[in-house]
Structure formats: C-alpha cells, structure tokens
C-alpha cells in the first residue's frame, strides 16, 4: 500500500517561493493531488492531476511529479498562503485514496 | 449554488452507532462518486470510504472496514455514513467530497460535522 511521506513543515519568506514535496516509489505513475487547508476550515483543492489548476486557483500554485517525488510549488508567496497542504493519490490495487501527512507552510 | 452539507455528528458511547448525511446541491448527485474524509483533532486527513455514481462497488479504508458503511439516495441527493462499533479513535471531523470518478481529485468539499466517541 502506498504511503506518501511529506515533511511537517516549511517556511518562507514572503514573496519567495515555497516547494513542497511529496515522496512515494515510482509517484510518477500516479496523479497526485493537493489541497490546501487552513484552520478551521475544508480542506480546497488547489493542484490536480499532478499540475493542473481548478479555476479561481492563482497561478502562483504549480505542480509537479517525477520519479519518487511530486512538488507543490508556490511562487511569490503571500501571508494568505499560511496553511497546512495535503498531497494525494489513489491507490488503484487497494482500491484506496491515500494522503500524506501533510505539510504546515509558514509565512515568516 | 453547488454545495456539500454534513450533518448527524455529535458524541457518543464507544461500541455505539452513528449516521451522518451529506446533502448535495446545486450539481447532478448522480453523476458523482462521493467519499467520507475524516480528520482527528491536530492530525492529517484519513480517506474512509467511496460510493460511485450508480452505488455499485463500494471501498473502505482498513481501519472502518466491517463497521462503517457508506450509501446514498439519488431521490434525496444524500450521501450516507452508517458507522457501527464506534472507537475512540473514530474520533474526528468527517468530511463528504465530491469526485468524479474513484481516482479522481476531491474538487468540492463539504464543511465538515464533528463526531466525538467518548465515555
């Protein structure tokens, strides 16, 4: 089964560019998702199918995905980007949806 | 306006049951599978469980498999979580989101009700 391994945080200066990454073997064979979320909140979804932007979503949320590592990148990062991001894929064997542990972004 | 709403959490006994709905709206109900999303207090996000467009084959995660059972009523434009044998550790914000299809991403989400399993 898969398990998908984020790092608890990250942290970045305003107007700088924020990279967070998701690690699985082989995640380039999967579509990877990312949510955003902020406290007390739903999560949103902010990246799918590894780079692609449901609408509304700025185009300052990219992604990517290649060999064991898919990246949620977030340039010129603003303070309204402080919130926890939630990576996931489907495992199609197991007939499960996955997520990572999620990353907390701080804007410092 | 296109919109998930949870509803039927609370607190209850451990060995206890539980049903939460999710009410659809705005969009085809049918058209959608549908998943249970949960998120213990200070943790990640858990996948629990997936009902496609036409109800048919149904997957759980591992942890609820036996005890929890998703559902839905296209007349209704519900979504169902019948959750049997509460533990403690069911504890958590449950969340209903809206997919395509089984792989696809979660695009719309619901609000989330909160479900407390305590003594």
């Known amino acids: 089964s898969y398990v998908l391994t984020q790092s608890p945080s990250v942290s970045v200066a305003p107007g700088k560019t924020a990279r967070i990454t998701c690690g699985e073997n082989n995640i380039a064979n999967k579509s990877v998702h990312w949510y955003q979320q902020k406290p007390g909140q739903a999560p949103l979804l902010v990246v799918y199918?590894?780079?692609d932007r449901p609408s509304g979503i700025p185009e300052r949320f990219s992604g990517s995905n290649s060999g064991n590592t898919a990246t949620l990148t977030i340039s010129r990062v603003e303070p309204g980007d402080e919130a926890d991001y939630h990576c996931?894929?489907?495992?199609?064997?197991?007939?499960?949806?996955?997520f990572g542990g999620g990353t907390k972004l701080t804007v410092l | 306006q296109v919109q998930l709403v949870e509803s039927g959490g609370g607190v209850v006994q451990p060995g206890r049951s539980l049903r939460l709905s999710c009410a659809a709206s705005?969009?085809?109900?049918?058209?959608?599978?549908m998943h249970w999303v949960r998120q213990a207090p200070g943790k990640g996000l858990e996948w629990v469980a997936v009902?496609?467009?036409?109800?048919?084959?149904?997957y759980y995660a591992d942890s609820v498999k036996g005890r929890f059972t998703i559902s839905r009523d296209t007349s209704k434009n519900t979504l169902y979580l019948q959750m049997n044998s509460l533990r403690a550790e069911d504890t958590a914000v449950y969340y209903c989101?809206?997919?395509?299809?089984?792989?696809?991403?979660?695009?719309?989400w619901g609000q989330g009700t909160m479900v407390t399993v305590s003594s």
């Open positions: 996931q894929v489907w495992d199609s064997t197991d007939h499960q949806a996955v």
């Open positions: 199918d590894d780079s």
């Open positions: 989101a809206r997919g395509l299809d089984y792989g696809d991403a979660f695009h719309l």
């Open positions: 705005g969009f085809t109900f049918s058209s959608y599978a």
């Open positions: 009902i496609p467009y036409d109800g048919s084959n149904k």
